[in-house]
């Protein structure tokens, strides 16, 4: 983190616990105040705001969790990338259903998603691949992700074979490697506030499994309360 970075930190340190949450209604759209919560955290100095807890579970209901890069959040729901062969995919295959947390410290805030998750098109997978750097774009290719792998040096040698296998040439989209789109039914929003009275809102969307994704159709597709802390 930056000098500045750490200033803009220790500027913004607490202003969320002053603000709380803005009043809601069954009209409100939950991904419009992920989305201002979301532009918060990136002024706030706090260092790669995109990260988020992924959890997973086997069909026998066994969970598991990691941190994955949001890359979009639109009306659809939040997308990220990742090997479709590791772990994670073959749990989301198995049991199609996920949940993401986000934690903001700086701002005392969290966001937690849940909902079922289906992979993206191959179109859309194959556009953010482009947009990685060379090296990583070999990396998905090296990378037989969640496999035993005997020694650092075999994964190295794996991603020069690599490169010298698209040497000249421009690096494809593995068929093993792609997006998958969290559909969220419930989004419930933590603010930290003094005293441990903290504010909770939890939307949950109105015909869950059934509703389609955030827009204008769907706007008012949303039942809202508060929680206790």
């Known amino acids: 983190m930056s000098i500045f970075s750490s200033f ?119 556009a953010y691949f482009q947009s990685r750097s060379r090296r990583s774009q070999i990396g998905a290719w090296a990378s037989r992700q969640s496999r035993p792998l005997a020694s650092r040096a075999d994964l190295e040698e794996a991603a020069r074979a690599q490169e010298a296998a698209f040497r000249g040439q421009d690096v494809p989209l593995p068929p093993h490697w792609g997006g998958w789109l969290v559909r969220p039914e419930r989004m419930e929003f933590w603010q930290g506030r003094p005293f441990r009275l903290h504010d909770r809102l939890v939307f949950v969307r109105a015909g869950g499994e059934a509703a389609g994704g955030f827009d204008e159709k769907n706007r008012a597709k949303w039942e809202v309360e508060r929680l206790y802390p």
Do not use: C
């Open 8 to 126: 803009r930190a220790l500027w913004t340190a607490g202003r969320g616990i002053v603000v709380g949450m803005p009043a809601m209604t069954p009209e409100s759209n939950p991904l419009e105040l992920f989305q201002a919560w979301y532009r918060a955290a990136e002024k706030s100095g706090l260092f790669m705001p995109e990260a988020m807890a992924l959890s997973t579970a086997s069909p026998g209901g066994r969970p598991s969790s990691r941190m994955v890069l949001l890359k979009t959040a639109d009306e659809r729901g939040f997308v990220f990338f990742t090997n479709y062969e590791s772990r994670k995919s073959n749990e989301l295959d198995a049991n199609p259903h996920a949940s993401l947390l986000f934690h903001w410290p700086i701002l005392q805030r969290q966001v937690r998603v849940e909902g079922r998750v289906e992979r993206v098109s191959r179109d859309e997978s194959d």
